[in-house]
């Protein structure tokens, strides 16, 4: 989706393919980051649980695991939000010449700021905890499973990381910085908008532009 004005469809298009490219470096960034993190946490929570045989040990690790996924989102959301609350109100510079000077610009940024760390304050956390609960859930069960399979501490144990880990926690991290790098510019694009008066503003749906995206969704983009 973008925000544009009907008189500069084409142009505004273009920025939004633009828009589109800086979220998908910010997703390129944060992706490995996840991985990197939820198999870690995987990794760890398997180690206490061998140490210890106890699930109490093994969970005792998401408090971290959650922190840390906070401190990636953050980051990600600070740079996904800022590039775009920069085009909204780029684009009610251009559009709205007339009364949009130097000072209604400044104070627009200012107020994106707020909006920035609104978000975050609001969003980081509470989604993090989410990923670190579906990343317990997935820990947990696989050690009931092993239980009932009638494995040892040891094949539990690596049975964790399998779970968790590896490849489970690639697919996790690529998903998770689509979606979020996604949420977070569109939230940015809208909250902006809201405290800035721009005429004529229709929502346009743009999709992205690559292998991942469905045909209809190619279809519909710019209707």
Request: proline share 2%; charged share 25%.
């Amino acid at each position: 989706m973008s925000l544009f004005n009907p008189s500069s469809k084409t142009a505004a298009r273009r920025e939004a393919l633009k828009q589109d490219r800086l979220r998908m470096a910010v997703e390129r960034d944060l992706s490995p980051r996840l991985f990197k993190e939820i198999n870690r946490a995987a990794k760890y929570a398997s180690e206490m649980y061998e140490k210890t045989d106890s699930k109490v040990s093994a969970k005792s690790t998401m408090p971290k695991h959650a922190k840390n996924i906070a401190a990636l989102l953050q980051r990600a959301y600070n740079v996904s939000i800022k590039n775009s609350a920069e085009y909204v109100i780029k684009e009610a510079s251009d559009t709205q010449k007339s009364y949009f000077g130097i000072i209604e610009r400044k104070d627009a940024l200012t107020r994106a700021q707020q909006l920035i760390q609104q978000f975050i304050l609001s969003e980081a956390f509470s989604t993090a905890r989410g990923i670190a609960q579906t990343t317990w859930g997935m820990i947990n069960e696989s050690i009931v499973r092993g239980a009932q399979e009638g494995l040892g501490t040891r094949e539990i144990a690596k049975g964790i990381v399998s779970s968790a880990g590896g490849s489970i926690a690639r697919g996790r991290a690529l998903t998770i910085a689509r979606t979020e790098t996604h949420a977070a510019s569109q939230q940015a694009s809208l909250k902006v908008v809201g405290e800035i008066p721009l005429p004529e503003t229709l929502k346009e749906w743009v999709s992205v532009d690559d292998k991942r995206t469905r045909d209809h969704h190619k279809d519909s983009s710019c209707l």
